[in-house]
């Protein structure tokens, strides 16, 4: 914001050196926030688990109907490979027979970047990993048995939810069922029975290899482990994750998320399942558009799996972390919505959401314009800010001829001389008297930066800005293809310097800070989300209308002549007048 990015300068050389501070203080924090979520590749994992890729040949007669030998006990598999598609509203997917997997999971609603319905199946990846509600063992040979026998399913071609879906399949005394049930939501209802010669075997249901939106190294880089237990959520990045690793319940959920969609298992019987964090890695291109063999990096891919060494029923969640949709998942604890990762500041970040959504759906629906409104909004709110800074400063330079004074008259003394001592109580007992607070243009500001990382952090990380459009911005989660936002926000910021008068600062740091902040923030504004630029430019826009209507106030005209009482008097020649 204009306010926060560009504050009113205070009295003294002090003043100065605590905008410098704060200044400084912002940058740091803002390069440190870049710096822990950049992507760094993951270190290979000797625990990742091995992906099936043998594939088992049925030896039992051709026919899919169970049939019982003397030796082998009943056998029930499939003559061929066969699809199921199932269908709502919200979804289309696709089981194969052979493993009982999901080989397409299409939600309606959403587009990849080539403006198809999204499909949450990361082929690439679970070709080699694994696909959605394959079963996870601890034992490779069994696991890729699991994932390659052809199953018998309860019904093939089309299904419309709601309905039930089941696959069946015994071989050797390996006996299994899988069955799903569907509703008019992004949740289906699972149960999983496998035994071997009669006695349970753990075999865990499996979302084994990310999501199919991720399609670059930052995208891959932001997934997560979401865990809900004893009432409390957390979440996990990829470097903290160890493929094959048994986090033991109960759950209140467990499961993966990128930054917009999530696939979240729910235990329902028992309520202590096991949960398996998979890792893995891929290679993808650095440029997507252009891909090079030799220019890759190494992604990580996380997966999960939930259940028990028993027969066992359990929810998944598959779809967008959308708090609505989130908040309608019937939990056991803790909501869903805590998947959306608004970080420290989601006590600012989730209000300043709920705003921007009701203005896109009650005032204008389009989030850009919504983000404007909002901003006007905030600018507003915060005008009494500006002012207070501005008194606070004012005044400080209005006893800045007496406090020099005191300092002349220690002047002589060192710094280490308990006479300092006496300097600055005087200077203390001044400031008391006349009514000034040393740090009462910092307390504004103070207040008004935690505004400005949530709302980095609310743009960030909601899906309802993927996609989103406005005027040349294609998608306002991602930076300005064009460059416009940033070049108009480093001109904006730099009128807005322009303007504001800072007596207590030196004329030539003064120019100096009129050049690099903008420069500086515009560096910033390059490659954040075109949400987040849209919004820094417009607190610029309103600054810059805001600091002249109070340059006209008497409050203004006094802290000009100030500065330029004090330009004069430092370079010796008159200063030139602002408009």
Known sequence: MAEIQNPNQQGGGQDSKSLLTFTVIFFVLFLGLQFFLKPKPP??????QAPATSRMQPSAPASAAAQTTATAGPVTQAASESTTVVENNLYRITFSNRGAQVTSWVLKKYKDDEGNPLDLVNHEAAAKYGYPLSLYTYDANLRGQLQ????????VGALHAPGTLSFEYAFGG??????????????????????????PVEA????????????????????????AQNGKAEQQTSKKISGGATLRGPFDWAGVSDLYFAAIFLPENPKDLDLVTLHNTISVPRNRKNPDPRQTDQAPVLGAAMGAAQPYSVRLFAGPKSLDVLASVPTSGVSLEKTVNFGMWGIISKPLFLALRFLYEHVVP?????????????NLAMLPTRFQMMKSSLKMQRIQPQIEAIKAKYAKYKATDPRRQEMNREV???????????FGGCIPMLIQWPLLFAFYRMLGNVIELRQAHWLWLPDLSSPDPLHILPLFFIVSMFLVQWLTPSPGVDPAQQRMMAFTMPAVFGFMTW?????????????NILGIMQQMLINRTTLGKEMRALALKRAARRTGKPALARR
């Open 43 to 48: 270190a290979a994992n000797p625990a990742q």
């Open 174 to 199: 390996l006996t299994v069922r899988k069955t799903f049930r569907f509703d008019a939501s992004y949740v289906i209802h699972a149960e999983v029975s496998v035994l071997q010669n009669g006695a």
């Open 527 to 539: 490659n954040v989300g075109s949400g987040l630029a849209l919004y820094w430019a417009g607190s």
């Open 148 to 155: 390659q026998a052809l199953y018998v399913p309860s019904a």
């Open 428 to 438: 203390f007992e001044l400031q008391r008297r006349e009514g000034v607070n040393m």
């Open 204 to 227: 865990l249901l499996c979302w084994p290899a990310g999501f199919g939106d991720q399609d670059s190294l930052p995208h891959y880089a932001s997934a997560t482990l979401d865990i």
């Open 366 to 378: 389009n989030w850009g314009w919504a983000i404007l409104i909002l901003t006007f909004v905030l």
